[in-house]
């Protein structure tokens, strides 16, 4: 097994109850950390590495055992540092970027407790380290049918993409551009490409940004834009209401702007941290709570867990995996 896991609290922040109750895009509960957790967390801290094998099964038992009851489920993986998201679907997974290489959590573990077989369609979102780090062992472990990014990564020279795409040719899987309008069919669920709309100078602009579409239920994820691509897709005139929001680039401040959150108006927003980079900033939390959504964030809560029936008025389910 792989060094794994970590040991943070589980709490979440920027909660606004009147507005969840009154929501009209469905029925959500937040489930806390059940006391057994809790026991252990508190364990994890007393005797750090004594625990931390312990620890890790709960926490991916207890995801295991969610995700047999809901048909959609979004996974805002915890993997140490950085962007990392898995749908899972009936009709096979989604992965959408990959971490940072060597840190501390790896996808590939979640990917086993689901039972993964291979990916449906891997993307990236775009190149940078914090997004690719470890999608040649993905790819090399699980396989993937289609895997897309954005056509400024045609240009990157970074050894990790040259592996990736040297592990791409190896498993014979093109790699495709991703273009506006795209989509792709998978368990029910639509996911369509709302960006790049050109191609910009500054790697993270030219995230994949892609929609989600499940029944009733939506999700935007935005890799790393700035709100000069935000403003662009405003003016692009797609759809981008939906209930459940990754937050543009770890929450920086340079994202996540006022007229971008309000066309978006998310219930959930959820902020992959990226520590290193000193993000999520607090400008943007600010927005983000101004605009009544509730804010997970994987560094308090470890993986945060979305799960979907997609039915109107249906449930939807957070669930924070410390
Ligand atoms: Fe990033």
């Known amino acids: 097994m792989r060094p794994k896991d970590n040991d943070t609290l589980a709490q979440s922040s920027g909660v606004n109850e009147e507005a969840r109750k009154t929501s009209s895009k ?53 993997s140490g540092s950085a962007g990392c998201t898995l749908i899972h679907t009936s009709g096979g997974d989604v992965l959408i970027d990959s971490g940072r290489e060597k840190a501390q959590n790896n996808v590939c573990d979640l990917l086993s407790f689901l039972g993964a077989n291979t990916l449906e369609l891997a993307v990236l979102t775009h190149p940078d380290s914090d997004h690719i780090g470890n999608f040649s062992e993905v790819i090399e472990e699980y396989g993937a049918d289609r895997f897309l990014t954005c056509a400024y990564s045609e240009s990157c020279k970074s050894p990790l993409y040259g592996e990736l795409s040297e592990t791409l040719r190896l498993y014979d899987i093109p790699i495709e551009y ?70 543009a680039h770890h929450g920086s401040g340079g994202s996540s702007s006022e007229e971008f959150l309000e066309a978006v108006s998310p219930e959930y927003t959820v902020i992959e941290v990226e520590e290193s980079l000193y993000l999520p900033h607090g400008d943007a939390i600010d927005r983000l709570a101004a605009c009544s959504c509730e804010i997970y964030r994987t560094d308090v809560s470890g993986t945060v867990a979305v799960f979907s029936d997609g039915t109107s008025g249906g449930t939807v389910v957070m669930e924070e995996f410390e």
Do not use: H, M
Not at 210 to 219: K, M, P, V
Not at 229 to 235: A, F, M, N, Y
């Open 178 to 247: 991703a273009s506006p309008g795209d989509s792709f069919s998978i368990g029910g669920a639509k996911l369509e490409v709302i960006s790049p709309l050109k191609t910009y100078k500054a790697s993270n602009d030219n995230s994949v940004v892609i929609r989600l579409d499940y029944g009733e239920f939506s999700a935007l994820f935005t890799g790393d834009i700035s709100k000069k691509v935000e403003k662009d897709i405003l003016e692009s005139g797609r759809n981008i209401d939906c209930d459940l929001l990754l937050a």
């Open 26 to 78: 469905g029925r959500i509960r937040t489930i806390a950390a059940t006391s057994a957790f809790a026991v252990v967390a508190v364990l994890s801290i007393l005797f750090k590495n004594q625990v931390r094998d312990l620890f890790t099964a709960a926490k991916l038992e207890s995801i295991y055992s969610a995700s047999d009851r809901y048909p959609l489920a979004v996974y805002f993986y915890d």
